[in-house]
């Protein structure tokens, strides 16, 4: 227990100290020093420090060469404390104003890997991943022959993965609400934004199934509309997937919108 006391005491006292000489380069009007510390709390990991530091260094080193430096690191306590939207706008900002700097590419692509830690989970709004896949797309441009480009195109697939599954989801959602008049185009807008994706020849049996179902539960107006669209999808199904494990519901499907299209209107 004493043991505990006296360690207990030296860290307090330890962190009194460093405060107190925290304090004190505060205070100092030896920028040199502020830089030197600075320098030395980013390396130890204290970055709130150092941010405070560089932060005040930045108008004084302005034009000068030390500006870069000072600038980058600042940049960087940003994104090592887990503000990723402050850190990509500062790296952005840093490519632009010292775009012939060594660090220029770098930045450049941190700013786009900021926005990739900035986008959210699948079933959030996906409007943060759109951008981190302009960005990333924006930095292949810029940098073509980077090594980082294989890693941007990873992530970019990572990021088109999570707006799949999102679209994905919104589809079915509306499938399985009965809502096959929103459903529709959603899945149609799904084969057309991912015409890679496994689920593709899923979605082409559903909008078969959503105009059937729609026309079945429509005005009869409307009805032979929506049985001839059912029909020519089926068509088309059959034509691109000729081995579907949905082929023979599907064509039940086709039979039974041949037989309801002849039916009297009356009926």
Same mark, same amino acid.
């Given at each position: +227990? ?7 005491? #030296? ?15 505060? *205070? ?11 320098? /030395? ?14 932060? /005040?260094?930045?108008? #004084? ?6 500006? /870069? @430096?000072?600038? &980058? ?6 994104? &090592? ?23 220029? @590419?770098?930045?450049?692509? +941190?700013?786009? %890997? ?24 924006? %930095? ?23 707006? @799949? !599954? ?7 959602? &509306?499938? %399985? *609400? ?11 807008? =799904? ?5 890679? $994706?496994?689920?593709?020849?899923? =979605? ?13 539960? $429509?005005? /009869?107006?409307?009805?032979? @509309?929506?049985?001839? !669209? ?6 088309? =199904? #059959? ?6 494990? =949905? ?17 009297? #209107?009356?009926?």
């Amino acid at each position: +227990m004493k043991r505990r006391l006296i360690w207990l005491s #030296v860290s307090v006292l330890a962190f009194w100290l460093s405060a107190c000489q925290y304090n004190r380069i505060l *205070r100092s009007s030896d920028y040199e020093l502020k830089f030197t510390k600075a320098i /030395e709390y980013y390396n130890k990991g204290n970055y709130t420090a150092a941010q405070t530091l560089f932060e /005040e260094l930045i108008p #004084v080193f302005k034009g000068t060469p030390r500006a /870069e @430096e000072v600038y &980058y690191y600042y940049t960087y306590t940003h994104y &090592y404390l887990g503000d990723y939207g402050l850190a990509g706008f500062h790296f952005r900002t840093f490519a632009r104003a010292f775009h012939n700097s060594p660090h220029a @590419e770098e930045c450049s692509y +941190m700013n786009a %890997f900021c926005y990739y830690l900035s986008s959210p989970r699948y079933s959030l709004d996906q409007s943060d991943t759109k951008n981190a896949i302009q960005e990333m797309q924006n %930095f292949v441009n810029e940098f073509p022959e980077s090594k980082r480009i294989d890693t941007c195109n990873t992530l970019i697939d990572n990021l088109r993965a999570k707006l @799949e !599954k999102k679209a994905y989801m919104v589809c079915k959602a &509306y499938y %399985f *609400r009965d809502d096959w008049k929103s459903a529709i185009p959603a899945f149609e807008n =799904f084969i057309k934004d991912f015409p890679e $994706s496994v689920k593709v020849e899923e =979605f082409r049996f559903l909008i078969i199934k959503s105009y059937f179902l729609l026309a079945k539960n $429509s005005v /009869e107006s409307k009805k032979p @509309e929506r049985l001839e !669209k059912s029909m020519d999808n089926y068509l088309k =199904f #059959v034509d691109l997937h000729p081995q579907s494990l =949905f082929l023979k519901e599907a064509e039940g499907i086709y039979l039974e919108c041949q037989k309801l299209r002849t039916q009297p #209107v009356n009926q």
